[in-house]
């Protein structure tokens, strides 16, 4: 029965991943999954990290986010800026300025419980300025413009917080809700090690939580990542200090668990930076960034009483030439492994031009990845990009093709959702001060037609804007920059409806 149940939930797992068949990341770099082999295309990504891809039930591509790679002493003390692409590799219509990092795991999408043709874009901003730390969420509606779709909603602040890179998503045990996991970096009052994580619930309802959990190691470093295995049941948190954590995951409630801390921090392998589960969920393959010269390819073995002592190194890379990156358990059912590469002298994002060779034209294949040692056959350089480069960053996409947890307390949807919460307008407004830039967004809205009024401190109209919507949905962006310093009032008004909000400026 076991046997049975393990064969038929790898038999809907790989009939449904689909909607990650499409990659798109690094410097124009694409992969299509829906043929054998794996074949190659050219994207419009311009990214070091982090990065998502979208694709229907039928695996063809619907949109693909990246966050651009200068580092954030290249920009002036701005935050890096996220961008969405449509299928045809363009800009989406209002799909720039959204709030994002250029890291390595702070983008993920998935579509709306409650409505098919509609996309949740949830961002971390975790190295920027407090203004504009911590997680986002912006909504896509794949009915406009002709089925290239709209960002009709944009930088919703959910939490305004010190986060640790890596957001992770998995299905409800429904089969049907979402939840989203990051971790708080550290205590912003007193900058003392914290181990809080942060869930969100995205159902039909929208977005419900945080619900914060305490379970782990404190830590304050914040390059990490957290990994869900395929089934949901497991998580792994690794960071660039060395701290290794395995959880077990209830899909139902939301519990995070600690089964074992594999090291702690600061450790021998140290720089833990990217990693995967194996198909089977009894192997973890954990990346290293160069430490001190050299960066390391480690599979461990999670059915091991002694996970640390499992460690079996299947790969040296001595520096420079390369330092280490992202790993993903694809579509085949293999496991992809990026490195950028580093000339020893230059911070070389982006890379020059003329610089195309094997380190940043080729990614690594672990083509068995179910096997012990050597006979997962891990083959790096092996995957030619077919001109295009990588960098760190793969396609931070969830596993879509899991459903309810059979015989489970929530195995079926029971009950109805909140009628109120659900269709009650609501009025979001975010200053990001770096940028001068008032985000204003409006969700379930029943009018056509609205009038937007500004209002400074001493009640003087200061800026109106009469406008057609297309609803359930309002969203605008203002440039403030040359506005004095105070708090402002927002009105939103239609016939018979008025919601008001407010925001200060620094």
């Not at 971390?124 to 960002?151: P, Q, R, W």
């Not at 982006?350 to 034209?361: A, F, G, L, V």
Request: proline share 6%.
């Amino acid at each position: 029965m076991k046997l049975f149940f393990l064969l038929l939930f790898h038999a809907s797992l790989a009939f449904a991943q689909h909607e990650n068949n499409i990659w798109c990341f690094g410097d124009s770099a694409g992969i299509n999954f829906n043929t054998s082999p794996p074949s190659t295309f050219i994207s419009a990504v311009k990214g070091r990290g982090s990065c998502v891809s979208v694709a229907d039930t039928a695996g063809n591509l619907l949109f693909y986010g990246q966050t651009f790679y200068y580092p954030l002493w290249m920009q002036g003390g701005h935050p890096d800026l996220t961008a969405v692409f449509n299928k045809n590799h363009q800009l989406m219509d209002n799909g720039d300025n959204i709030i994002g990092e250029g890291w390595y795991q702070e983008l993920t999408s998935f579509r709306d419980p409650g409505n098919d043709n509609r996309y949740y874009l949830f961002s971390l901003n975790v190295t920027g300025a407090g203004a504009h730390e911590g997680l986002y969420y912006s909504i896509i509606d794949m009915t406009l413009n002709n089925g290239l779709g709209k960002v009709v909603s944009k930088n919703n602040m959910l939490l305004n917080d010190f986060m640790a890179d890596g957001l992770a998503t998995v299905k409800h045990g429904n089969g049907r809700d979402w939840w989203i996991v990051c971790r708080k970096c550290f205590a912003l009052s007193t900058g003392l090690p914290v181990t809080d994580y942060y869930l969100f619930l995205i159902s039909p309802s929208g977005v419900s939580g945080p619900f914060i959990q305490v379970a782990g190691q404190p830590t304050v470093y914040n390059i990490a990542k957290l990994v869900f295995s395929p089934s949901g049941n497991k998580m792994i948190y690794f960071n660039a200090r060395g701290l290794f954590e395995y959880y077990s995951f209830d899909r139902c409630t939301g519990d995070i668990s600690l089964l074992q801390t594999v090291f702690p921090e600061i450790t021998s392998y140290k720089t833990f930076f990217g990693g995967a589960f194996s198909p089977d969920e009894t192997k973890f393959y954990l990346q290293t960034i160069a430490y001190p010269d050299t960066n390391y390819l480690v599979q461990f073995n999670l059915a091991a009483s002694n996970i640390a002592l499992s460690a079996d190194t299947l790969s040296m890379q001595i520096y420079p030439t390369q330092i280490g990156g992202d790993a993903r358990l694809a579509p085949d059912g293999k496991i992809y492994v990026s490195k950028p590469y580093y000339d020893g002298l230059n911070f070389i994002f982006p890379y020059p031009d003329t610089t195309y060779n094997i380190y940043n034209s080729y990614i690594g294949v672990v083509n068995y990845p179910d096997s012990l040692g050597a006979a997962c056959d891990y083959q790096p350089y092996s995957f030619f990009l077919g001109g295009a480069r990588t960098y760190s960053g793969l396609p931070n996409n969830p596993v879509f093709g899991l459903g309810p947890l059979v015989n489970s307390m929530c195995d079926t949807i029971t009950g109805m959702e909140n009628p109120t919460q659900a269709t009650l307008p609501l009025l979001n407004v975010f200053f990001e001060s770096s940028w001068g830039l008032l985000y204003v967004n409006a969700h379930n809205l029943k009018f056509n037609s609205c009038t937007l009024n500004i209002f400074d401190s001493y009640g003087r109209l200061i800026y109106t804007e009469k406008t057609s919507i297309q609803p359930p949905f309002y969203s605008t962006q203002i440039n403030c920059s040359t506005w004095s310093s105070g708090v402002y009032s927002v009105q939103l008004i239609s016939e018979n409806t008025k919601l008001t909000a407010r925001f200060a400026k620094p």
